[in-house]
């Protein structure tokens, strides 16, 4: 096999071996049902309880009732949403952002058409942060939810969800507050204990865990009506037998994520930082669609003015380098990224911007290597665009 160089690490990222490892035994040895009475099951359980404790340390959490464990992502979100709404069904009124994931955004467009709830989004400015000035006054007695990502999967950008929680618990003690944390997972710190937020989401296949494990804060006193409904499993908040096996290569990957968060994110914001400054230097046409300094260390999202993103994911991806136009949820659709239009990103530039995401196992070789042959794919393409003179003019601007 071609030799892959993966830069789509917030569409998912490798499974770490050592995380592999871990869940071996709990596929053919170790496989008993952790609710059964009798110690094979008894074992199972108590790595369960182990588990959970990883994660309560890992999300800052105060309990280890406050974390149960999930699919994915979606479900996460799917949980905490639809879990206090249907809770407390006599407040209608959401707010949430304009940049969330879909897993969020085509929940709240499906309980707006579908069952009459109100929902109002926040803007982000031009650089992709969060716009928190017209919360206050948002926020009514009627306000049942507000959520927001902790980092943006297509630009990086952290937002300031801790001070969200803030403003919506002054205005209204009352209102549930969600955070979407599964691009900060790994990345930044979670302290959630000392947030004022009542739900975040997690997911294990952005951490180098396997697809299909997710987990879920639920500050304890929360009142949450099961999404999957059932079993008593998970404090009776998800019912269906535990994955084993993947739970506890989610609390391996969590260990590994915190001992990777200092030095190595280090390292990888410095590959990212050199990724970027050398395509701005070797490429008249490209743009920063934002340069803030508050991302995640391994984010970057480049606009080409002028050529098809997709048309450059296609030359990558011969020369064996992944990436991204968008989130990989919406990849594959014609539509320009509603974060990039959010932020007003010139339309010269809104279908040929491209995301970069690193990982711990991107290293500089690769980054070398994509500095040497993206300027070749973009001058091949700028030459077919059909915007010569609009190309010509830019390259007289910036020579
Ligand atoms: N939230 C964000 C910010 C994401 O980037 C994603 C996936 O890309 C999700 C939620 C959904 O997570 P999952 O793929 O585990 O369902």
């Known amino acids: 096999m071609k030799k892959i160089i993966y830069l789509d690490n917030n569409a998912t990222t490798k499974v770490d071996e050592r995380v592999v490892e871990k869940m071996l035994p709990y596929f053919s040895e170790e496989y008993g049902n952790p609710s059964s009475t009798y110690t094979f099951g008894g074992n199972v359980q108590h790595k369960i309880i182990e588990a959970r404790e990883t994660l309560k340390d890992f999300m800052g959490a105060n309990r280890v009732g406050e974390i149960i464990f999930t699919s994915c992502g979606t479900e996460s979100a799917n949980t905490a949403i639809k879990g206090v709404l249907t809770a407390n069904k006599t407040k209608k009124h959401i707010i949430t952002t304009k940049v969330e994931h879909a897993c969020v955004l085509t929940l709240y467009k499906n309980l707006e058409t579908q069952f009459g709830y109100k929902v109002d989004y926040l803007d982000v400015n031009s650089d992709g942060s969060l716009d928190l000035t017209p919360l206050e006054n948002m926020v009514t007695d009627q306000t049942a939810l507000v959520s927001c990502m902790a980092a943006n999967n297509e630009t990086g950008v952290i937002f300031p ?44 296949h952005k951490l180098h865990a396997p697809k299909g494990i997710g987990a879920l804060y639920i500050k304890s006193g929360t009142l949450l009506s099961p999404l999957l409904i059932g079993g008593h499993q998970e404090m009776g908040k998800r019912a269906g037998t535990e994955n084993v096996p993947y739970i506890v290569g989610l609390a391996e990957a ?105 990982s711990r196992f991107t290293t500089k070789e690769e980054i070398d290597y994509t500095l040497k042959v993206l300027p070749k794919v973009i001058n091949k393409l700028n030459n077919i665009s059909p915007f010569q003179k609009e190309l010509n003019d830019l390259k007289k601007l910036k020579a």
Do not use: W
């Open 254 to 358: 969590a260990k590994l994520a915190n001992d990777n968060l200092g030095d190595e994110a280090t390292r990888v914001k410095q590959l990212r930082d050199t990724l970027e400054a050398g395509i701005l230097k070797s490429v008249y046409n490209a743009r920063l669609n934002t340069n803030v300094s508050n991302r995640v260390p391994n984010t970057s999202n480049i606009g080409f003015e002028y050529i098809e993103g997709e048309l450059i994911l296609l030359h990558l991806s011969d020369l064996g380098i992944c990436a991204s136009s968008g989130s990989a949820c919406t990849s594959g659709s014609l539509d320009a990224s509603h974060v990039l239009k959010a932020m007003g990103v010139p339309f010269t530039c809104l279908h040929g911007s491209i995301r970069f995401s690193l």
């Open 161 to 204: 969800y801790e001070k969200l929680a803030e403003i919506v618990k002054t205005k209204n003690p009352n209102t549930k507050v969600f955070v979407d944390a599964v691009q900060a997972t790994g990345k930044i710190k979670l302290d959630v204990k000392n947030t004022q937020v009542d739900l975040m989401g997690i997911s294990g």
